[in-house]
């Protein structure tokens, strides 16, 4: 039968190549970004995370860019390993609150996700 | 390794019937928050409390969903009655202010 649901985009690579997931955010108000990756069966897993005044920020394989001008944020992995398959998806706040006179990033909304898989 | 631990991990149950879940957040994280992930709908908040004080529950059926916070090492969530457009992944994530969000394993559950 016809199968409904989100389709989402996926993303094939060869062991060792370099993956690059993109974000379109829509709120730009916005001003951090958190990027997660989701494997079968398992809750999702902080990868890295950005602040709006910042255009790149690196991590241990990874790298994320912002672009708050066209509202973009991708994530580079380098060197996929068939350990990075999984769904990967970007979260942004989008609604802040106030605590004890601090501003709180907790409240995120996320991506619908893009596939990875990653062939040996 | 402190992790977010939630049960039951399944839950198969007929409509009509109540359904709790539960959530231990990391040991002193103040703030926690319940997610539900469907194929239709993707992952969405429902609910989120810091410090045991619910802050913000507009993503949540109120009339048959409730959320509370007996004490900052449990959260739980409940469902009832429960229907079959409530069978989804339920997600426990708990964090700091100003921090990220560690997410549980979730509960699938299967209203049938």
């Known amino acids: 039968g016809e199968s409904v649901g989100l389709h989402l985009p996926t993303l094939s690579v060869q062991e060792g190549d370099n993956s690059i997931i993109n974000c379109a955010y829509s709120n730009s108000a916005s001003d951090y970004f958190i990027w997660y990756k989701q494997e079968s069966g398992k809750g999702p897993q902080f990868i890295i995370d950005?602040?709006?005044?910042?255009d790149k920020r690196q991590g241990q394989r990874v790298t994320v860019l912002l672009n708050k001008t066209v509202k973009h944020l991708s994530l580079q992995i380098a060197a996929t390993q068939p350990g990075d398959s999984a769904v990967y998806f970007c979260a942004e706040n989008k609604g802040m609150d106030v605590f004890w006179g601090r501003v709180s990033y907790g409240k995120l909304t996320f991506g619908q996700g893009t596939i990875l898989t990653v062939h040996p | 390794d402190a992790r977010v631990t939630q049960t039951p991990r399944h839950k198969v149950t007929e409509m009509g019937q109540e359904v709790t879940m539960r959530c231990q957040p990391i040991?002193?994280?103040?703030?926690v928050f319940w997610y539900r992930q469907t194929m239709m709908q993707g992952l969405e908040l429902l609910a989120y409390f810091r410090n045991r004080a619910p802050l913000d529950d507009s993503g949540m059926p109120k009339d048959r969903f409730s959320a509370e916070m007996p004490d900052a090492t449990l959260a739980t969530l409940k469902i009832q009655p429960s229907e079959p457009r409530d069978s989804a992944v339920y997600f426990c994530a708990s964090g700091l202010v100003q921090e990220t969000q560690y997410f549980g394993p979730g509960t699938r559950l299967l209203v049938l």
């Open positions: 950005i602040r709006s005044n910042m």
């Open positions: 040991l002193g994280h103040n703030t």
